[in-house]
């Protein structure tokens, strides 16, 4: 969570989840879903994987044999986050006593000198921070904090608040700039402690997170020869002087969030600016058209610029989370709508594909195109799997649809600001506003004032995503003609009055997109693309999508199918199908043989992005051939 | 090397380097600078990076830590295996000197008991032969037989053969059907005893050749979780049930090489006919059109059918010899030429691009396109480096140039066999004959006939490789109408006399070529060829190659340059380049706004593939969009 009620950099402040209402539409069903199924499984995932059984070891509660990878703990420490959230709502009885176990294991684990971290207690105590390019124990040591926090605001509960407190006073009686200099090999602890700041306000933590910030980049960690160097542990180069975004990418997007957590406590100029210019070079260069991060397998990494290729595309679910998460806190330092419109653009896409619509399944790796055979090599199934080895995905997609109401809006003195169209009711220190909408199925969103404690005219904002080229505003029903806009937000400052209404027409009539010629995969290409939706060709719809061509000329059909995935509205478009199978064995031809000229004419369907793969496994493309 | 005199089902018999002289031309030069500047600079990076270190730790003459990765004297073995090739002609005191010193380390190092491998011995003893999958005992030993073979077959001295056959026993007393079944994680070893066998006709070699054969695929590996399941070790599915090319492509080209060997000597059809299915998919959908192998760097491995990147094609300069090693074997078995074709194919493009002009840097990737970037991840930098961690590649140049002479020629009763157009001189049973061209710059080719033993008609065959439509054939200067040809070869069957000559004419003006439309990356484009040779755009020649695209119908003009890049043909050809700073930051557009529509004309030069990036590190493309 990110609280900026207090933070002097801060453009706008964020509003608590005890402070948002989400009833219905889109998300509520997802967020039910993620309630009263996602969360047990999860927590049935971490039992059977071995996460709780190595916290039972390294309370000597059990003998047996350390499972899993170093960063086990982390998963336990997302889940209860994530049930912190959900809380706050309502939850059921059976996952508030996993959630009891789950913290009673965390307080046995700890050691009495404050210590906590299951790999290393049962594995390797004599290696105890001397691997912080691998060892992950700050990273989770992040992840118990931003639960602890969520515990201690969501549930008035401190247990996880004093473990965590006792975890870092451990850590800086050796780390700190007259001790021990050291930076963590996978970010993460960063914008937590700022998050622990801001919850405790107890400046020791605001101190650490800085000293972490200030010493990364000068090769502390060493490189990694395997997977890009010094880039993979965002160590090639000091914060304040990186112009690129690169390297594994959820360790660049949880270092950046952090980054801006700390501006917004701090401003210093130096580290907004370097913010900035990483997130041009990401948005202008190296982001899927899903908000996806990511372009290779190889160190989870981002690539050159341009470098985007479709099949193997890595965009883990993580790296859309982290994305969101970075994303929001430059939205609160800047208030500016292009940190808005990318979360919304990750949160509809990249991010919702790495969840079933059942919930119990999740992709770690998030093509934007399949050829639906069985994948052999490399992590990235084309399937969605209960759960995996590297099991970072699973829970942080529970805790980010936990968190959701967070996003919504903000306030400030002068106003409030809707940044994303959920059906909610959002109460602000100004007035109380409640969104309705069918939104991302229709483009018309109703925004009412419930309660205004307000006398004097107030700033009603509402984002205008960028594509949008002209959306229609009505306030008490009447046409607001040209209406005021700044830095993307249509800007209404007047008296406001229990009961009035305005409702925002946004066109989300399909479009087509087409991408920088200088990336390979996309060539020759357009991506359908409805409102904040990203759309598909899958196999389940389309004979042969491997073969199609889409007539750019096309007329888009919407139609809304109520027995299809869930509820999805589907694209009907003309396109043509080519046999290929004339090249014969062969997959290089003289110019001139000239196959391939003409097609048979077909009807296409497409289907948002994020809904694929929940049918039999199959082909799909989000980039289609003209 | 492979010497099927005696193997009962080759349907042609190689020829020993012995019998080829290679004394100028294209090769010849390469070889020169293989001899006279990369053995030397092997040597002394096995010095410095610490493989004879290794063996003289294993040796116990010196004290020390083991430095490398697990297989660090399979690249002692290559290099010693090089230096037979090479003394075959001449080689310096120096180079002889250094080999005299590897030999000795590596019969110091072997254990009383027959065993050898550095790695194992020094650091982890208790070990040895717990890891058949990452352990790599058997890989090395499959390099040492090899360099023993050379230095048996080339240089008369059976030190290195002793040292094997010692290792061999000690690998039989423990392995074998009556014994522990095991295979290796790494192939190689297979196609080396199967050679070993070959020269000593000690059929145990060739047994246990077979026994590793029979029992891969049933899971005696294990998966690799990280890399591909068990098709990382080729260990998915038994050899004989193999439909397709898959996983780690080093991995698989040996073991095809090795499986291949065996049938050459068994004659089990049910071997060669999954090696024709593995060959027919590889070259149906996963390789390169340089003849690169290994799509993804993850796992180094084959992708899915048409997955073929071209800035992230990973195409191991190992795997391009492993390639070769395997289609010299299936000629040989076959007599079709296809396999020589890609031979061909592989030789002059993805192998030759493995090294330097100046012989002292290699590439272990090879892409098909570079943005000219400093490349901070992976392995894959995009500038020859002097040697690597894993210095597979550079010792496996240095061992395919030195037996260059062996892919050249074959022999039947029947007569003579060419498959590769250098200039050379070779000797068969039944005649010598002499090559003599300026191939691949030019298509003029003279074989003549400097000697025959034989008073009856025999059958001169010449590959007419697959991308020539029709050459021109004269015999002692008169046209040869329809000259026969059979599975790729023109065969001029009749009685030979001494000085006779035929003149061959392979139409090499430059052609365009365009990939399957199912290959993502290359979409829109075209690739120039020009006779063997696959062309690139580089950055050197070109102002702007990333926005570059191809007039298709523009004239394809061959120009000498004696003094570019040692001597080569460029190819200048009508282009235009597109202005995409316009598309300002971002990466997707509408596709309205129509932008990049034309471009400014220009004139683009392409030189030879093999021949990039021996400038300054720049941009690079060999599949350009029309």
């Not at 801060?10 to 509520?28: E, H, M, N």
């Not at 059976?94 to 290393?120: F, K, N, T």
């Not at 000293?211 to 395997?226: E, K, T, Y």
Request: hydrophobic letters at 40%.
């Amino acid at each position: 969570m990110v609280d900026t009620a207090s933070s002097p950099f801060a453009r706008w402040r964020s509003v608590r989840l005890t402070d948002v209402q989400i009833a219905s539409g889109f998300w509520y069903s997802r967020r039910e879903i993620n309630r009263d199924i996602s969360l047990m499984h999860g927590f049935r995932m971490l039992s059977e994987a071995g996460n709780l059984q190595d916290l039972r070891l390294a309370a000597h509660a059990t003998d047996g044999d350390y499972r899993g990878p170093v960063f086990m703990d982390s998963d336990v420490y997302k889940w209860l986050e994530a049930v912190a959230y959900v809380s706050v709502d309502t939850i059921g009885a059976e996952v508030r006593e996993a959630a009891e176990q789950a913290i009673a294991l965390v307080q046995a684990a700890q050691q009495p000198d404050g210590y906590l971290d299951s790999y290393y207690q049962v594995v390797a105590p004599d290696r105890k921070w001397h691997e912080l390019n691998t060892g992950h124990e700050l990273y989770c040591l992040g992840h118990l904090i931003q639960a602890a926090v969520a515990w201690h605001t969501y549930v008035g509960d401190d247990r996880l608040l004093h473990v965590s407190q006792r975890v870092i006073e451990h850590v800086t009686s050796m780390f700190g700039p007259t001790r021990r200099i050291g930076v963590p090999g996978h970010p993460e602890v960063e914008t937590a402690l700022v998050e622990l700041y801001r919850a405790t306000r107890e400046r020791a933590y605001l101190d650490l997170a800085q000293f972490f910030v200030d010493h990364r980049g000068s090769g502390l960690l060493g490189p990694n020869p395997r997977f890009g160097g010094s880039a993979y542990y965002q160590d090639r180069v000091p914060v304040r002087e990186a112009t690129e975004i690169e390297g594994h990418a959820v360790r660049a997007l949880y270092l950046t969030a952090g980054v801006t957590d700390l501006f917004l406590e701090c401003g210093e100029q130096a580290l907004l600016d370097a913010m900035l210019r990483q997130w041009t070079d990401m948005v202008s260069h190296k982001l899927y058209l899903t908000g996806g991060a990511g372009s290779r397998h190889t160190g989870e990494a981002f690539g050159h610029a341009y470098e985007l290729p479709t099949e193997r595309a890595y965009c883990e679910t993580c790296a859309a989370i982290g994305s969101i998460m970075w994303n929001w806190r430059l939205l609160l330092a800047t208030g500016e709508a292009r940190f808005a419109d990318l979360i919304e653009r990750t949160l509809y896409n990249g991010f919702l594909s790495g969840v079933s619509l059942a919930g119990d399944t999740f992709f770690y790796v998030n093509p934007l195109m399949s050829r639906g055979q069985p994948e052999v090599v490399g992590r990235g199934v084309v399937q969605r799997q209960p759960w995996f080895t590297v099991a970072c995905c699973p829970p942080n997609v529970m805790r980010l649809l936990g968190s959701l109401g967070e996003y919504i809006a903000s306030h400030d003195d002068a106003g409030v600001q809707i940044h994303q169209y959920i059906s909610s009711t959002v109460r602000t220190p100004l007035a109380t506003v409640r969104i309705t909408t069918d939104y991302p199925w229709s483009g018309s969103i109703t925004i009412g004032v419930e309660a205004t404690t307000a006398s004097s005219p107030w700033a009603l904002q509402l984002r205008q995503p960028a594509w949008v080229s002209k959306c229609v505003v009505r306030l008490n029903s009447a046409e607001v003609e040209e209406p005021p806009s700044s830095q993307g937000y249509i800007t209404l400052e007047r008296e406001w009055h229990v009961g009035e209404v305005v409702e925002l027409t946004l066109p989300i009539a399909p479009r087509l997109t087409v991408s920088h010629p200088r990336v390979e995969s996309t060539r020759g290409c357009v991506a359908i693309e409805r409102g904040p939706l990203v759309y598909c060709l899958e196999g389940s719809d389309n004979a042969n999508v491997l073969d199609a061509r889409l007539d750019p000329d096309s007329e888009l059909a919407e139609v809304w199918q109520a027995d299809v995935l869930g509820g999805i509205t589907t694209i009907a478009a003309r396109g043509t199908v080519s046999d290929t199978t004339e090249w014969g064995p062969t997959t290089f031809r003289p110019r001139e043989s000239n196959l391939h000229a003409s097609g048979v004419p077909t009807n296409l369907t497409a289907i948002p992005y994020f809904a694929w793969a929940n049918r039999a496994p199959n082909p799909m493309r989000v980039w289609v051939p003209v």
